[in-house]
């Protein structure tokens, strides 16, 4: 029985001693004493940093979607409706839209925004409207990696400030190395703030997947056939011809008055010169 107690607590004050070790060395990860800091560099303090852990062994993906197409239409304008229409049914919005002729093709570039979730539905809606398809091209791209690696040096960064934001706090070290602290930090906000946007800018291309679309259409001209005139159309035409008629002969008419007044004049005077010949004769008998 003697032998057994002590062998229990023998074993109790290993496992105690075990743990207040463990505890020690948590501690000594967790922070590091100012005075290191002050005389390490910004590449030490990087060393003393625990490894960041491998999101992407998760093995979740975050996939960017992208849709490049091009395709024929019968109407520009009705088809351009009936995309508006399909995208106000899902969170999607048009974020661009261009309208151009070149004689005799009318096109339209379109671009849309839509929640990745609905990507294939709203493009399901538009292919409908392809008349002919010239091409339609669909990307996509894992980008969970970046993310990981924008996540990791975000966090690490922010920790390493923390740790300037301490020496200032606590005044420790000479001005050299408070005014260096503070030169330090101000590099690290920049490179902080730099890599929260480039988070921010996955984080919306994957929440929201992009369609690009080129629809266009041959513009021929329409003529109207007498068939599809009505008689009152045919009436009132035929007045405006007539009228038109009248205004045209008046016209001719000013440029060529001259002409008639000296046509005229010579009838007016072969005339007198005829009775003039005839009143001779008579007196001459």
């Given at each position: ?41 910004k590449s030490q303090i990087l060393k003393d ?87 339609r091209n669909i990307t996509t ?145």
């Amino acid at each position: 029985m003697k032998l057994h107690g002590l062998i229990v607590i023998a074993l109790s004050v290993l496992i105690a001693a075990c743990g207040a070790k463990s505890e020690y060395v948590g501690e000594a990860m967790d922070t590091l004493p100012v005075e290191n800091v002050v005389a390490a560099d910004k590449s030490q303090i990087l060393k003393d940093l625990p490894p960041p852990r491998d999101l992407y062994s998760s093995g979740k993906t975050k996939l960017i979607k992208n849709l490049h197409y091009r395709f024929e239409v019968e109407s520009v304008n009705k088809c351009l409706e009936a995309i508006e229409t399909a995208v106000k049914k899902y969170p999607a919005y048009i974020s661009d839209s261009k309208l151009k002729l070149e004689n005799p093709i009318l096109e339209n570039n379109l671009t849309i925004r839509v929640q990745s979730e609905y990507f294939q539905d709203l493009v399901k809606e538009i292919d409908p409207q392809a008349k002919f398809v010239n091409f339609r091209n669909i990307t996509t791209e894992d980008v969970a990696k970046q993310f990981v690696d924008l996540d990791s040096r975000l966090k690490t960064k922010r920790e390493v400030e923390a740790r300037y934001m301490e020496i200032l706090r606590k005044k420790a070290g000479t001005i050299e190395e408070l005014l260096n602290a503070e030169q330090q930090i101000g590099e690290l906000h920049e490179e902080i703030e730099s890599t929260i946007g480039q988070l921010n800018y996955l984080k919306d291309q994957v929440s929201y997947s992009t369609i690009n679309l080129e629809f266009y259409q041959t513009i021929t001209q329409e003529i109207a056939t007498a068939d599809t005139e009505t008689r009152g159309d045919q009436f009132v035409k035929a007045l405006v011809s007539g009228w038109e008629g009248v205004i045209s002969v008046l016209i001719l008419f000013a440029y060529i008055w001259p002409l008639f007044a000296i046509g005229i004049a010579i009838g007016i005077t072969f005339k007198y010169w005829q009775w003039r010949k005839t009143v001779q004769g008579i007196n001459q008998q």
